[in-house]
């Protein structure tokens, strides 16, 4: 049985956190079994390499090897993916199709998301864990195949079993053996250490000097919340690699990339500790909601107060009226840095119009505007927009095209980028 470190080395895993060492342990120990396992744990905090080295370190190491992403399979081809098509099976079926429980017989299939799987596929995933059975779709013949099954999810099963959206006998199935993955923040003496790993590879790629971070620097990262984990840090680095000038990085330059919100540590730092963190997902959804759902608020109440000031014409506005105006919508004004929302599942945003106020001075004092000027300006999330754009073609050119792997660059879910590529007109 390979020793810890050794898997650390060949897998590139940095860390020495109590609860990430015991996964890794964990997921050694069961490797050389054939039991199932189910990996929780946030998004971006590397469950990846779980199934990655059970398949590994077992006597499967030489068969297949399949990962599967259940929230990027529409469901209306899922099944056919999973389990394989007879010829005429539905339109479009023109010939048989084999399906990964078939080509991973004697390997390991690893089921990324799988609490996104519909009912009915988890009908067919019960039938295959439970009897090695499984039929193409369309097909009568039952077929045997002996795949290894490790499973990842983000989201809070309990829920979703309550919520009737998963079915509680798989879920047992699934569930043989669990492996938690701790969430960045409580890992707060690998914090460091993993910004100098990403720091030297960004570096090297980038051929630029490598990134440092003062002492306050540390402090900060240690005491922010990370909501898309090691995913969020890796990305933040390569970001501030690129783009920094100074490479020594200190706690003011990293908080234009990652604010500390006042409002936002209290509720997402009380979750997780526990043994799953999986509330934690649900918590951040909700609050990003929330904060998006303020967002619009707040830009609709910009649109309107814009069309009335328009209506009544500039000149009939009092110097307190302009003051309050010009406070609102100056750019300083602006609380949310669109370098921190680049990577999360943002958007609702394009549509917003919200005008700009032109003073005549460089600076803006409040205190002293006479002469505004009310203009139609681009959206504000426009050079945000703009980015993410930019960084979504490159992600997409590095990868070739594999949506795949590019959605895990950026930090966002298959289904985000497929969207976001529809907004943007990026198909082809
Ligand atoms: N302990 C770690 N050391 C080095 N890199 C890590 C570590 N954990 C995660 N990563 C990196 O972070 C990114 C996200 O990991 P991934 O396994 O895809 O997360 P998840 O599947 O949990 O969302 C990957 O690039 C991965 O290589
Ligand atoms: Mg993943």
């Not at 897998?11 to 997921?27: D, T, V, Y």
């Not at 660059?409 to 298959?414: A, N, R, T, V, Y």
Request: net charge negative.
């Amino acid at each position: 049985m390979a020793d810890l470190q050794s898997i650390k080395n060949r897998f590139g895993i940095i860390g020495n956190f109590p609860a990430l060492n015991r996964a890794l342990e964990k997921a050694i120990q069961v490797a050389p079994t054939d039991i199932s396992v189910l990996v929780i744990g946030e998004s971006g905090v590397g469950k990846e390499f779980i199934p990655k080295i059970i398949h590994s370190e077992s006597k499967r190491k030489h068969q297949p090897y399949i990962v599967v992403n259940c929230g990027a399979i529409p469901e209306g081809t899922i099944d056919s993916e999973l389990f394989g098509h007879e010829k005429g099976a539905f339109t479009g079926a023109t010939s048989t199709r084999k399906g990964y429980f078939e080509v991973a017989d004697g390997g390991t299939i690893f089921l990324d998301e799988v609490g996104e799987l519909p009912l009915q596929t988890q009908v067919r995933l019960l039938r295959v864990l439970e009897s090695g059975e499984f039929m193409k779709v369309g097909s009568s013949q039952v077929q045997k195949t002996n795949v290894r099954i490790v499973a990842a999810t983000n989201v809070n099963m309990m829920k979703a079993i309550t919520d009737g959206s998963f079915r509680e006998d798989l879920y047992y199935r699934l569930n043989t053996v669990q492996i938690d993955m701790p969430p960045l923040r409580e890992r707060k003496g690998d914090i460091h250490l993993l910004f100098r790993k990403f720091a030297i590879d960004f570096a090297e790629k980038y051929r630029m000097p490598e990134l440092k971070l003062s002492e306050d620097a540390v402090s900060y990262l240690e005491n922010y919340s990370f909501p898309g984990n090691i995913r969020q840090l890796r990305n933040l680095v390569e970001q501030m690699t690129v783009v920094e000038q100074n490479r020594e990085i200190n706690s003011v330059k990293l908080a234009e990339y990652i604010p500390m919100n006042a409002h936002l540590p209290a509720v997402v730092q009380k979750s997780s500790g526990g043994s799953t963190g999986s509330d934690f997902g649900s918590e951040r959804e909700i609050m990003y909601k929330i904060l998006f759902d303020m967002r619009n608020d707040i830009n609709d109440l910009k649109s309107l107060t814009s069309e009335l000031i328009k209506n009544r014409g500039n000149a009939d506005l009092s110097s307190q009226e302009k003051n309050l105006i010009n406070r609102i919508y100056t750019p300083e004004a602006q609380t949310t840095n669109p370098n921190s929302l680049l990577f999360f599942e943002n958007n609702n945003q394009s549509e917003v119009h919200h005008p700009t106020i032109i003073s005549d001075n460089d600076e803006h004092h409040y205190n002293d505007v006479e002469d505004i000027e009310i203009e139609e300006a681009k959206p504000e999330s426009l050079s945000l927009q703009n980015n993410e754009k930019d960084l979504i073609i490159k992600a997409l050119e590095k990868h070739k095209g594999r949506r795949n792997r590019a959605a895990d660059e950026l930090g966002i879910s298959q289904r985000t980028l497929y969207r976001k590529i529809k907004q943007y007109n990026l198909e082809d």
